[in-house]
């Protein structure tokens, strides 16, 4: 061991039943109580930054890795957040960082990925609260259960399916473009559904 690794002292943390990360170095500049605190947060964040990350690689091999890549740059600039501030927000917002490059291999690789627009949509709404945000997950469930089969097959095959839309074509019997105008419209209705949805939580809230 080195003489800087001497001059450390050593922790294991586990978040949701895995060590994170394999070993930490106990941070001179946080307090016992400040590194507990982080830590709890970063624990307390995993199934938002989960589903967000889930969210823009759907159905696509990764996200754990993502994950833990985000986790550790959390914990390496842990002592650059500020405290007080919304570590949703942040944590969030590095997670899309991690996300990109992922999603610009994949991409690389003829995955269909969500748009940037959409990206920086999603990238937002995991940054709201938890509890709107777990309702906004809920009402997409609910909305995708109110398609029909064929509108369902075709946003699952879009988004959670690493075949082209060309070759969903074929099979469908269907031009691209027709197909194109379909998957249009029935993202116009879901997000119309899901606002929909979204007013009623808040005016019950």
């Keep these: 061991m080195s ?3 001497d001059s450390e002292e050593f922790s294991k943390i586990v978040v949701n039943g895995r060590q994170f990360p394999e070993y930490i170095s106990i941070d001179m500049e946080l307090d016992a109580a ?20 889930v969210s823009l690689m759907p159905g696509m091999d ?17 002592t650059s957040f500020e405290q007080g501030s919304n570590f949703r927000a942040w944590a969030c917002a590095i997670a899309r960082f991690k996300v990109m490059g992922h999603r610009r291999k994949l991409a690389k690789l003829g995955f269909q990925m969500f748009d940037d627009e959409l990206a920086e949509q999603l990238a937002t709404e995991c940054a709201a609260e938890p509890a709107e945000f777990d309702f906004r997950l809920r009402a997409l469930e609910k ?13 699952e095959h879009r988004y959670f399916s690493d075949a082209n839309l060309d070759e969903f074509a074929a099979v469908r019997g269907q031009s691209l473009e027709t197909l194109r105008v379909t998957l249009y419209r029935v993202r116009a209705g879901l997000k119309k559904c899901i606002s929909g949805e979204m007013m009623l939580y808040r005016a019950q809230s």
């Design 62 to 78: 990764g996200v754990d890795d993502v994950l833990q890549e985000t986790n550790l740059v959390l914990w390496g600039k842990r």
């Design 34 to 53: 400040q590194q507990a605190e982080f830590v709890s947060q970063i624990a307390r964040h995993q199934a938002a930054l989960h589903a967000y990350i």
């Design 143 to 155: 909305c995708m259960g109110r398609l029909g089969e064929r509108e369902r097959s075709l946003v």
């Design 3 to 5: 003489s800087a690794q």
